[in-house]
């Protein structure tokens, strides 16, 4: 299956790494790990769908479920 490239963005950093528990993460890069709002971009060969289904599992996951792309979709808007 293709790798899918995606972007989303994240409260902190924290956020980020319980989604990296659930859905295996083939490659990523981070922007700003260190303040709120962390941008990040990964690949994965999850569809978007499942993705949001496992970010739905996370408390307090709403600005990664909300701004969660395509990397080519991205906005960063919630």
Request: proline share 3%; with cysteine.
């Given at each position: ?71 080519e ?5 919630r």
């Open positions: 299956m293709k790798k899918l490239k995606y972007k989303l963005r994240a409260e902190c950093l924290p956020d980020v790494l319980k989604l990296m528990l659930i859905i295996k993460f083939s490659a990523y890069r981070m922007e700003n790990e260190r303040f709120p709002d962390v941008d990040v971009e990964f690949s994965c060969d999850e569809s978007l769908e499942d993705i949001k289904k496992a970010l739905e599992t996370i408390i307090d996951s709403h600005v990664m479920l909300e701004t969660v792309a395509l990397l979709n991205y906005t960063g808007e």
